[in-house]
């Protein structure tokens, strides 16, 4: 069973720059679509961006769109979220959640394996 831990969470300024880390135990990380999705208190979870199991098809948010880019790293069993021009409404609880297979994205429900997630601030 695949496992998910994120890091790299942070508090930042406005305008300044992230990366979050999903680092993955367990067999065959790289037949899993990953994808970050971010909460905040006393709203559902929603889907910030994800990523196929073969790292071909990328899907982003609207709001995140252009500014925030997902990679994965297979040999190290990593996928990333670099975050740029952090705005405040990035402020959220980040987690990272993964599927067999599948790709870019998909509702929260729809993924099986959660992360703890990670705290990212945004202050003006």
């Known amino acids: 069973q695949v496992q998910l831990v994120e890091s790299g969470g942070g508090l930042v300024q406005v305008g300044e720059s992230l990366r979050l880390l999903c680092a993955a135990s367990?067999?065959?990380?790289?037949?899993?679509?990953v994808a970050w999705l971010r909460q905040t208190p006393g709203k559902e979870r929603e889907f910030v961006a994800g990523?196929?199991?073969?790292?071909?098809?990328?899907s982003y948010s609207d709001p995140v769109k252009g500014r925030f880019t997902i990679s994965r790293d297979n040999a190290k069993n990593t996928v990333y979220l670099q975050m740029n021009g952090l705005k405040t409404e990035d402020t959220a609880v980040y987690f990272c959640?993964?599927?067999?297979?599948?790709?870019?994205?998909?509702?929260?429900?729809?993924?099986?394996?959660w992360g703890q997630g990670t705290q990212v601030t945004v202050s003006s």
């Open positions: 959640a993964a599927r067999p297979y599948g790709g870019g994205r998909y509702e929260p429900s729809e993924y099986s394996i």
């Open positions: 990523i196929s199991w073969g790292g071909g098809q990328k």
């Open positions: 367990g067999p065959s990380f790289n037949t899993y679509a």
